[in-house]
């Protein structure tokens, strides 16, 4: 019987570059930007040897197509379709997987309702959830999409966005309620879980945590959320820790943490 398998031409070494000029030009690009040696339009033109038409020529491109963002003060650094990608190429892993079983443990040391959510575009995606054995409960179907601008678990998803990328995404918010959610974003970051009441939905609380990985990139956010008659009052600095915990067991379990 012939053999009908097909077999892979041999992968390109990255020194040699893939044969298709001006992929290899970007890449190019997106190396120097990445590691830091290129800020300006002088500098991906020395880094790369390119001509300063050649690099602006593809910089206006690569921004257009939001693979490079620019501000005055950083210069040129990756853009915010990298997360999109990143939080895309989530659903290959196995996350749910791995973190469903921490979600079963923090709906039942929490007895509140547990979710899992990775962002996609300017929402965030409920990819898993396990539900509270109360009567009174919340409810978050699995793959609804959901505000970043509203409820604890898109405060995080913003304090891990880049400044312009967190600018476009708060665009539509008044400005004394902008002042407010950017306070409770780094006060989130800075103490590694967020609240909310209310916000989303009338009568309902959350609390959430951070999924890190590695070089500080956000995996995806754990939460736990139930009626204000519980959550409220106290009740997120109670359940705080047991969240946080769960976020550090999928980490481990990622094998972001020794």
Sequence with gaps: ????????????????????????????????????????????????????????????????????????????????????????????????????????????????SAQLYVRSLHERVCIDAVESHSELRTIVAVGAALPLTKGSAGKLFLAWAIPADRARLTEGVEPAPLARLDQQILTGRRRGWTESVGEREAGVASVSAPIVGAQDALVAVISVSGPVSRLGRGGAKRHAPAVMAAARDVERALGYQA
């Design 1 to 112: 019987m012939r053999d009908m398998s097909i077999t892979r031409p041999p992968r390109p070494t990255p020194d040699a570059g893939s044969g298709v000029g001006v992929l290899d030009r970007v890449v190019a690009i997106l190396d120097v930007v990445e590691a830091g040696e290129a800020r300006s339009l002088g500098d991906v033109a020395r880094a790369t040897g390119y001509s300063r038409s050649t690099a602006h020529r593809l910089l206006q491109a690569m921004e257009a197509h939001d693979l490079l963002d620019y501000s005055g003060a950083r210069g040129y650094h990756l853009g915010p379709r990298f997360l999109r990608l990143a939080n895309h190429s989530l659903r290959e892993l196995p996350l749910r997987d791995v973190a469903h079983p921490v979600l079963a443990r923090l709906s039942e040391v929490t007895g509140e």
